[in-house]
């Protein structure tokens, strides 16, 4: 197998066995970034394909999750920082009944290496928990994700809840279940402030930063 096509089978079979040195060996040619949103990636998607034809089962895809998480760790410390002073204060929530964290916690990475303040809450989010936390902290703007079908109508009910809260900070909202045109006819009309699609952790950077411009 190539370098690439190893790394993405770390994530497709769950081992970590030899990850290190080949991610090692990737650095040498790709960005940190690059890494993850080229092979990396691409493993997670053969991993939610054959997860989708019941090939793999739910244990196995923790196990690649797993590998996806290491590796995104190791990662971390390679990636490029920009050490300015604190442009924003950002909340980051999975919302409720949703427990897929990769990519927030991606996003969450970004974010925090170039800039922001991250209060992450983690998984499974209701809505009350986020007004409570953006009546205490203050924040700038209100990160959610959702990776199921149930969670972007679950964002739709999160949005109205904090409009009835009397909350109008702008939205960045992303995951695998979302599209631009879901987030501008559904979510968009049931809140007062802006709500802006993120279609990776990368455009969410950039959001973020057009929003503190
Ligand atoms: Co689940 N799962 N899963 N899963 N899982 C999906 C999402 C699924 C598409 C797989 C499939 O069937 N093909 C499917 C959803 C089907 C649907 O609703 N249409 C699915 C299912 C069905 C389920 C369960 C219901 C399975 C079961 O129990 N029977 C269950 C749900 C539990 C629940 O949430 N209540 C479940 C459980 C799990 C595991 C726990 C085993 C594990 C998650 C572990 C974890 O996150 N800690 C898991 C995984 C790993 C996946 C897949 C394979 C990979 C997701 C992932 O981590 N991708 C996934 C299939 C797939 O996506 N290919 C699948 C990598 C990650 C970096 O990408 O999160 O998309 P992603 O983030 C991207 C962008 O979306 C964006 O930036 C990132 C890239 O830079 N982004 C944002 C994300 N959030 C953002 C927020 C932003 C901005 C950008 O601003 C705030």
Not at 37 to 66: C, H, K, W
Not at 131 to 144: M, N, P, Q, S, T
Not at 160 to 176: C, Y
Not at 179 to 196: A, M, N, Q
């Amino acid at each position: 197998l190539s370098l690439e096509e190893r790394l993405g089978s770390y994530v497709v079979e769950g081992t970590k066995e030899g990850l290190l040195p080949d991610l090692d060996e990737a650095l040498k040619k790709y960005s940190a970034m690059d890494v993850i949103n080229g092979p990396l990636m691409r493993g997670m998607e053969e991993v939610g394909r054959l997860f989708n034809g019941n090939e793999l089962i739910v244990a196995e895809v923790l196990q690649s999750a797993e590998v996806m998480k290491a590796s995104v760790n190791y990662l971390e410390q390679f990636m490029e920082k920009n050490e300015s002073s604190v442009k924003g204060k950002i909340i980051l929530a999975t919302v409720k009944g949703d427990v897929h964290d990769i990519g927030k916690n991606l996003v969450e990475i970004i974010l925090s290496n170039n800039g922001y303040k991250i209060i992450n809450l983690g998984i499974k989010v209701p809505p009350e928990q986020l007004i409570e936390a953006y009546r205490k902290e203050k924040v700038d703007a209100i990160g959610l994700s959702g990776l199921l079908v149930k969670s972007a109508q679950q964002m739709v009910i999160t949005a109205q809840d904090l409009r009835t809260a009397g909350i109008d900070a702008p939205i960045l909202v992303g995951g695998a279940a979302l599209t631009r045109k879901f987030t501008k006819t559904r979510i968009g009309p049931e809140y007062d402030g802006l709500v802006l699609y993120a279609k990776d952790a990368m455009d969410g950077l950039d959001i973020a930063n057009k929003l503190m411009d």
